[in-house]
């Protein structure tokens, strides 16, 4: 479904150039949940940017169910990328003058669907997440795990077939990060997106079914999970 081979990216210009990807080859799947580690400024950010279409690489490949993303115009990966991903943050990134219902609305702004299906939509995956009695409060009326319930419906509305959550735990204690972990390997297990979560957290990678670890700018390590599996969390962080 997504490929990247031998993707590479440079960020500013010669002689102040900082390779933040180096050489990354990599398959997602559908039904993975993938954790992404690795120490502050290794890339994992950069690379889910560019998994997303969010940044553009400075040289390799990118395939996208069979197409090469590198050729599309601003428009279509634009297009591309509401319709395939699904975004969750560590901050939730909420819009605080918007009820939950209004914001997970939001993308479906910029997707095909008909405007009378937007609402009866985002009710649906607010349910799916537990929390359509929140639908007309306002973010800051809701525990931490509560907004990054909503951001996961948000992230669901347009029925991406990809799930990127950078440090999704990394604002919330650590039982409801685990909840909140729990939701995302249930979208991988029951609904088949591949879900690819960056955390700094050894209990959180411990849940996925695959760990990347990242260093440099490269994949240093990329190993199937089982689940008795226990990662330690990286001591540099
Ligand atoms: N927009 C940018 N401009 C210049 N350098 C950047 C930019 N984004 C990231 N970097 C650099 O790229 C490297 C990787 O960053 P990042 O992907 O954010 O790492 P991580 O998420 O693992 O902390 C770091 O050295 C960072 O300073
Ligand atoms: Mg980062």
Not at 6 to 23: M, W
Not at 114 to 141: F, N, S
Not at 173 to 187: C, H, N, W, Y
Request: glycine residues 8%; hydrophobic residues 40%.
């Amino acid at each position: 479904m997504i490929e990247l081979i031998s993707i590479t990216k440079v960020y500013g210009q010669e002689p102040n150039t900082v390779t933040a990807l180096d050489r990354v080859t990599l398959k997602l799947n559908p039904n993975e949940l993938t954790a992404v580690m690795g120490p502050s400024g290794s890339g994992k950010t950069t690379l889910l940017n560019i998994i997303g279409c969010l940044d553009s690489a400075t040289a390799g490949e990118y395939h996208l169910d069979g197409e090469n993303v590198a050729g599309l115009d601003l428009k279509a990966k634009a297009r591309l990328r509401n319709e395939m991903f699904g975004f969750v943050f560590q901050a939730f990134n909420l819009l605080p003058d918007k009820t939950v219902l209004d914001n997970v609305m939001i993308p479906s702004r910029y997707s095909r669907r008909p405007r009378k299906e937007w609402k009866p939509k985002a009710m649906a995956v607010l349910e799916q997440m537990g929390i359509a009695d929140l639908a007309l409060r306002y973010p800051d009326q809701l525990s931490g795990g509560q907004q990054q319930r909503v951001a996961i419906a948000r992230a669901l509305v347009n029925d991406p077939k990809v799930i990127l959550a950078d440090e999704p735990t990394g604002n919330l204690d650590s039982a409801t990060g685990r909840e909140i972990v729990d939701v995302l390997k249930t979208l991988a297990d029951k609904q088949g997106k591949a879900v690819v979560v960056v955390t700094h957290d050894g209990m959180v990678a411990s849940q996925a079914h695959r760990l990347l670890q990242m260093m440099d700018g490269r994949i240093i390590d990329d190993s199937m999970l089982d689940s008795s599996s226990v990662v330690f969390s990286h001591p540099n962080f």
